[in-house]
């Protein structure tokens, strides 16, 4: 679906370098995640955010940051890259009100070096 | 929320045969349970969700039960096909987050 866009696709990074994910949805949704992907650990949560002034973290925001710019947009930064975050990393949206299930970005595959 | 266990991590089926995936949640506030299905090099997508006041929910060769008081879900695929090859995910929500399991990964073979 084209309707949860990610950027970049693909990115190899240094070690030590910054770098911004980016999340943006034509869906009108009001929640908005970041999850990683290893594999044999499943998705896990980094950060969540319900509304533009509301954010929260997940069971491991150590080592990001996100920033919520607008309903439509959410970004995942991190401050200062290093190999143990090399992973598929995951946007998510959904609705306040029903709770349904998410939808979710085509990914991005995150390289560090 | 909290942990989500997933059994088993890995399954391989005969094509016409069914394929089990079990998992066991730990928050007790936890009400809304999906199953998602990720195909190779592919988003998760969602296949069936299920609330926790109700028992059961079939779509079609889908199936997902729950049990609330013993707190554990399945997903339950009948007459599989090579098509259905790919991980599964599990999750429970508690209307502020959602927790996955591992994954399973199911192979059918023709």
């Known amino acids: 679906d084209a309707d949860v866009t990610q950027t970049p696709r693909n990115r190899i990074t240094k070690t030590g370098k910054r770098i911004m994910l980016e999340c943006s949805q034509t869906?009108?949704?009001?929640?908005m995640y970041w999850y990683r992907q290893d594999p044999g650990l499943g998705l896990r949560l980094i950060y969540y955010?319900?509304?533009?002034?509301?954010?929260n973290k997940g069971e491991i925001s150590d080592g990001y940051s996100v920033s919520r710019q607008a309903q439509a947009k959410f970004s995942l930064s991190l401050e200062s890259a290093i190999p143990n975050q090399t992973a598929l990393y995951f946007c998510a949206t959904s609705d306040l009100h029903t709770n349904y299930g998410y939808t979710f970005g085509s990914g991005t595959r995150l390289t560090v070096v | 929320g909290e942990n989500v266990e997933q059994h088993p991590s890995t399954l391989s089926v005969q094509e016409g045969d069914s394929a089990v995936i079990k998992c066991t949640y730990s928050d007790s506030a936890s009400n809304y349970f999906p199953w998602y299905k990720q195909e190779l090099g592919k988003r998760p997508q969602l296949i069936i969700d299920?609330?926790?006041?109700?028992g059961e929910k079939k779509d079609q060769r889908i199936a997902v039960t729950l049990n609330k008081t013993a707190k554990h879900f399945s997903l339950h695929i009948t007459e599989t096909q090579p098509e259905d090859s790919a991980v599964y995910f599990c999750a429970s929500s508690n209307n502020n987050d959602m927790r996955f399991g591992a994954g399973t990964r199911l192979t059918v073979k023709p």
């Open positions: 955010s319900f509304d533009v002034k509301d954010i």
């Open positions: 299920i609330r926790s006041n109700v």
């Open positions: 869906k009108g949704h009001d929640r």
